[in-house]
């Protein structure tokens, strides 16, 4: 982060353990910092939000362990064709000029949120995503996502693809979309629809200062 001749830092993977550094390195920031681009997903959210709120430019997708998945030189090759070239075609499709977005996993946004990482939410467009959760977890994990004021203060949210959801005895009755939707009308939050986001080789960048 402190070197000037290094134009981006690309995340290797996501990982566990990226909440208990992300406090410590939003501060004292290394002036070369602020030049660079950050990319990744899944638990290095905590750090794309950290950096987002001093200011840095940050955006979720594609990691370098992504390689080894199904289909991941594609993946890969899409996030070094935005992190070189900028190349839009690299871009989540949902993504408009004038509205900013920001993309997370959903579990990792939850636990962000009323912390001192958390980042200004206000009028982005805000896209979710998650992997191998129960469907009950999702419906307490949107419980408290939308009960946030601050996440109250969204445009909107989006919804990615929510996989690998395991079975449950009894059945939960809700599907991860429909969980989604209820939450938001509860809490008075507009459903935007769909985001081509999620833990797997399709997931697409979404840059949150795109503009």
């Known amino acids: 982060m402190a070197d000037d001749s290094v134009d981006a830092i690309w995340f290797a993977r996501g990982g566990y353990g990226s909440n208990r ?5 939003m501060r004292d920031l290394p002036a070369a910092a602020r030049s660079k681009t950050y990319l990744g997903y899944s638990d290095a959210g905590f750090l794309l939000a950290a950096f ?11 990691m370098v362990q992504d390689v080894g998945r199904k289909g991941g030189d594609a993946a890969v090759n899409r996030a070094l064709d935005w992190l070189v070239r900028r190349d839009e075609d690299a871009l989540e499709p949902g993504l408009s000029d004038g509205r900013r977005a920001m993309a997370f996993n ?5 636990h962000l949120i009323g912390t001192t990482i958390e980042p200004d939410f206000t009028d982005a467009e805000l896209l979710i995503e998650d992997v191998a959760e129960h469907e009950y977890r999702i419906d307490r994990t949107m419980f408290h996502v939308t009960g946030s004021d ?12 929510i996989s690998e959801i395991p079975d449950n005895e009894p059945a939960f009755g809700h599907d991860a979309e429909s969980i989604v939707r209820n939450w938001c009308d509860r809490a008075g939050i507009a459903f935007l629809g769909h985001a081509d986001i999620g833990h797997d080789a399709a997931n697409r960048v979404v840059p949150f200062n795109y503009r």
């Open 21 to 25: 550094i992300a406090e410590a390195a």
């Open 52 to 62: 987002h709120k001093e200011g840095l430019n940050v955006a979720h997708g594609p």
């Open 106 to 110: 959903l579990t990792v946004l939850s």
């Open 150 to 161: 601050a996440i109250r203060r969204v445009a909107g949210i989006r919804v990615g693809r």
